[in-house]
């Protein structure tokens, strides 16, 4: 639905109420604005109660107002420009406290994604990781500080796993050269999409291998060349994109691995342990 948003607006704007309609006229004409307001804000905006404005989310199809609002934002993520972003936030909070604003923001995203996460593609990508002859680990631009937390994790715990770099694009080809079709790689990717990613993602499809994409949404390019996906919502919060609900959810892949490993998963962090302590890793205590 997010994709047709306005085309629905439009299409059903004969039957609007009036004050319907100056809500519609005003998103057609101001999506990248309506987007990150309120109800109330909207509201006043062009003169209506905010129940008007409920009710006008509720006549398009969706479960209530924050579900429209998402719709619009979806629409329109990968098109802002940072400046454009920076904007959009300013709209979006002021006169409120940026601290809770944000921080409730994060949290409707994290139960966002526990409500609509689809359990039988989690453990679908856990079997594909586990059975993978090598694993390759995938992220640019915002997305690459995920791809190196995911990839320190998955490292300790699995022997064969690639983090691939991405400071030149002649160099991912050839870091990808021996991928085949018993390989997976894991692409991350959230808007703006890279097209660096896109390429590499097509690149090792054309090799054969699977394609394990962590993104966003149905829409997102990468899923559209997944054969598996975990989606977790990412927020445009002005020109940064909120990876809370990403990390959580590459949280609960690394848990959801080590637990398939059972006693290798031990095994290892134990042998780990004592290579840390008799070589001094990490500091002690004051009092050790």
Request: hydrophobic share 45%; charged share 20%; net charge negative.
């Amino acid at each position: 639905m997010a994709k047709s948003i306005l085309h629905t607006i439009e299409s059903n704007m004969s039957g609007f109420s009036k004050g319907q309609k100056r809500i519609a006229g005003y998103i057609l004409q101001n999506y990248d604005k309506a987007a990150f307001m309120t109800a109330s804000k909207l509201g006043k905006l062009v003169g209506v109660s905010e129940s008007t404005v409920v009710r006008f989310a509720s006549e398009l199809g969706y479960d209530g107002y924050p579900s429209m609002q998402r719709a619009l934002q979806e629409m329109i993520r990968s098109r802002l420009t940072s400046t454009q972003r920076i904007q959009a936030a300013g709209d979006m909070f002021s006169g409120q406290d940026v601290l809770s604003a944000v921080v409730q923001s994060d949290m409707e995203k994290l139960r966002v994604m526990v409500g609509e996460a689809d359990r039988r593609e989690f453990d679908r990508v856990v079997d594909k990781i586990m059975s993978a002859r090598h694993i390759y680990i995938l992220g640019v631009r915002s997305s690459s500080f995920v791809a190196g937390y995911l990839n320190f994790y998955m490292h300790q715990l699995i022997e064969n796993v690639t983090l691939v770099q991405s400071n030149a694009a002649g160099e991912i080809f050839e870091q990808l050269f021996r991928i085949g079709p018993e390989d997976v790689i894991i692409a991350i990717s959230f808007p703006r999409y890279s097209s660096v990613t896109m390429n590499t993602v097509k690149f090792a499809r054309d090799r054969g291998a699977s394609i394990i994409a962590v993104t966003d949404n149905e829409l997102s390019p990468v899923y559209q060349m997944a054969d598996a996906a975990l989606l977790a919502p990412c927020e445009m919060l002005s020109f940064v994109d909120s990876m809370v609900a990403p990390l959580s959810l590459i949280n609960a892949l690394l848990i959801a691995v080590g637990a398939r490993m059972g006693t290798d998963a031990t095994r290892t962090f134990a042998e780990l342990e004592d290579i840390w302590n008799a070589y001094g890793v990490f500091g002690k205590m004051d009092d050790e």
